[in-house]
């Protein structure tokens, strides 16, 4: 399976479902995962002003904007997506069975 048949099958899923959620979560976390293997924690540095030897300035600035925004996203944005996806389904089980539509009785 190559990388653009995982992006299409990705965009396919529909946002509001639970899997949906989830999997949109689960690729936040990866890319946050692969960052910080790849290194890129130690850009941090460049908020404070301290770049890692050897790396230019304004390399240490783009690689530290790119680790903080996956970074804040693991943070607030994947908890926030798995607990939605939790309520959905939650809610998905509860209603499932019932009409949606109730009548006026009169």
Known sequence: MTLE????????????????LLLRAGLLGATFLALSAA?????????SFSAPLGVPPFLAAAGCAVY????????????????AAALLAAFEVCTRGRPTATRDRP
């Open 5 to 20: 048949n995982v992006l299409r099958t990705t965009m396919r899923a529909r946002f509001f479902t639970p899997a949906g």
């Open 39 to 47: 290194g890129l924690r130690d850009f941090a540095g460049a908020l």
């Open 68 to 83: 903080l925004v996956f970074y804040f996203a693991w943070v607030l944005v994947v908890p926030v997506l798995v607990i």
